[in-house]
């Protein structure tokens, strides 16, 4: 028993890796991932360089707030985009831009252009890339169609983030070393321009989403900010998310100011510390992929948080190389631990149809926090020097995670309790070809009925309004006097009287005490007829369902297929409707 534990935990692991390694939206859409991110280290690298150079200290700050700022107002407002039609055509067009804003950058670096021009093209590239990732953690969900599938997602996404983390910074350390900063920015211009190319051959099913017929940016971006204002376990993920990016602006200044003025490595000694940044991210993202099926994401999160700000405390206080390295790639454990823990939290808890403004809401705040975090670090190494600023920026995130420790274990249970719900829903047949997203859906709509032993859920004649799933017990489905279906936890009754939108065919009355889960028809029918795959098998199933009950009625009687999108969808009906 002992054993068999860890066995499970590298089982889920593997299985990580490989359920993406075997879906080609999946792999594409994390091989694209890793594009943009690898350019935006590089980048970042670079552009500190430039800065450094044109005013030191102070430029540096100056510049990643300058950098951020526009992203930060702009992420809400442009947002909203990539909760309309299909997400992977805003992921090509934004890395597109970043690629040839990135490109013009290389071109006034090598001309020997004045570094003013280099930020305002930072700033069109950082726009840009603030639109990246809500897109990308909001097009994962729909690729995936289990709780696991999707955590599994984000574990790769982690390691591939760590990954960008290491190569980005060492492929800007090593050009430094035999080249300039204009060979860094177009080598990060190929990575974004590689990025866009992976996701124009993405194919998949995406959940329905209605489709804007005028744009109101400002108002559905209010819609993003007051999801997250109306759910407190939202706003406090992003809290912490905003305390750990106002530690990632300080390290953008103290990377540099550490190597050149305190470990006196020089300027290719900054990229030689961001990459210990990343090779603790590649081990801390092996290390979190036994996280797949844990159950304390809050608990985790807190944790990369803490680890966040802690190693500046300790680089403050031991200013020497190797433990300088090892702090840093501590950092490094810390953000691969959020990747996982953070964007899987913020996937089950969002609305799919907000998902992407939330995501951009976290976006803005990353953007002003880190761009405040610069600036306020340069002003603090000033004032204070060096290495007090690094032990008073250092302490900001493990104070407030400790802060904070008791929300999110309570944030562990509910979701616990939502992915339980989840698992119900997804042992029905009829949904399980559902993404995860539709089915998350379903589940927020779940209302609980213990039922004793003999009740009538309803008879044949009455109204159908409502669906129904047993969780524990069971119920008989009679017609005319005869038991048709005994049925039990984890199948559904109740959906031919809402597909149909008729009224009872059949009498449910429960043979034991049970417990049923259920769903109004408006919730049901949205979902269920919303994405064409279900829409197509309910169909099917009902017909089926329906000649067995009566299988001499006319066929201008038949019930007529549920709209759907026109797409063509083979295999097998996924269920055997019964009401």
């Known amino acids: 028993m002992g054993e068999s534990g860890p066995r499970v935990r590298l089982a889920d692991a593997a299985s990580a890796f490989s359920s993406n390694a075997r879906n080609p939206d999946l792999r594409r859409a994390q091989l694209s991932f890793l594009g943009a991110w690898t350019a935006e280290w590089a980048f970042t690298v670079a552009l500190g360089i430039v800065a450094y150079r044109d005013g030191g200290a102070g430029a540096l700050g100056l510049v990643g707030l300058l950098r951020m700022l526009p992203s930060a107002l702009l992420a809400p407002v442009l947002s909203p985009f990539a909760d309309r039609g299909r997400r992977e055509r805003v992921l090509v067009v934004v890395s597109t831009a970043r690629g040839a804003a990135t490109t013009a950058a290389a071109a006034v670096a090598a001309l020997g252009g004045a570094p003013v021009a280099i930020y ?19 097009l994962l ?6 709780g ?18 290491l190569v980005g910074p060492l492929l800007a350390a090593v050009l430094l070393e035999v080249a300039d900063v204009d060979v860094v920015f177009a080598v990060a211009a190929a990575a974004s321009f590689w990025s866009a190319a992976l996701l124009l051959r993405l194919q998949y099913d995406a959940p329905p989403r209605p489709p804007a017929l005028r744009p109101h940016l400002a108002r559905e971006a209010l819609e993003g900010l007051g999801a997250v204002a109306r759910n407190r376990d939202l706003a406090l993920v992003l809290g912490l998310a905003a305390a750990q990016s106002l530690t990632r602006g300080a390290l953008t200044v103290f990377s540099v100011l550490v190597s050149i003025e305190l470990l006196g490595r020089g300027e290719p000694g900054a990229g030689t510390l961001m990459t210990a940044v990343g090779v603790g991210a590649v081990g801390g993202s092996l290390a979190a992929s036994l996280l797949v099926g844990t159950r304390r994401l809050g608990a985790w999160f807190a944790l990369g948080v803490t680890l966040w700000g802690l190693p500046l405390v300790l680089v403050g206080l031991v200013p020497h190389d190797l433990p300088a390295l090892v702090f840093m790639a501590l950092i490094g454990a810390g953000n691969a631990l959020i990747d996982v823990a953070g964007f899987t939290l913020l996937g089950r808890m969002a609305p799919d ?4 403004r939330v995501f951009g809401v976290l976006e803005s705040l990353v953007a002003v926090s880190i761009g405040v975090g610069a600036l306020v670090t340069s002003w ?10 690094l032990v008073a920026v250092g302490l900001v995130c493990p104070v407030l995670a400790a802060a904070a420790w008791v929300r999110l274990r309570a944030l562990d249970h509910a979701v616990g309790a939502h992915d339980d719900e989840v698992r119900l829903l997804q042992r029905v047949p009829m949904l399980r070809t559902l993404p995860l997203p539709s089915v998350e859906q379903l589940a927020r709509g779940l209302t609980t009925l213990d039922v004793p032993s003999g009740t009538t859920l309803f008879e044949r004649g009455d109204v159908g309004d409502r669906y129904y799933v047993v969780e524990a017990g069971a119920v008989d489905v009679v017609g005319d006097g005869t038991v048709i279906a005994s049925l039990g936890p984890g199948e559904g009754f109740g959906e031919i009287a809402l597909l149909r939108r008729s009224t009872r065919t059949a009498t449910v009355l429960a043979t034991v005490d049970s417990r049923l889960r259920s769903l109004g028809s408006e919730h049901f029918l949205a979902v269920v007829l919303g994405y064409a795959p279900s829409a197509l098998a309910a169909s099917a199933g009902v017909e089926h369902l329906l000649e067995r009950y009566d299988p001499d009625r006319p066929d201008h009687d038949r019930p007529d297929r549920p709209d759907h999108d026109g797409s063509d969808h083979e295999g097998e009906p996924w269920h055997r409707p019964r009401d």
């Open 353 to 356: 149809e907000v998902l992407a």
């Open 141 to 146: 969900p729909s690729l995936c169609h289990t």
């Open 380 to 389: 603090l190494v000033g004032s204070w020097g060096l290495r007090p600023a």
């Open 148 to 165: 696991h599938e999707l955590a599994s997602a984000n574990v790769v996404r982690g390691m591939l983030d760590s990954l960008a983390t």
């Open 120 to 138: 305002a093209l930072a700033v069109l590239s950082t726009i840009a890339a603030t639109l990246f990732r809500p897109a990308h953690s909001a």
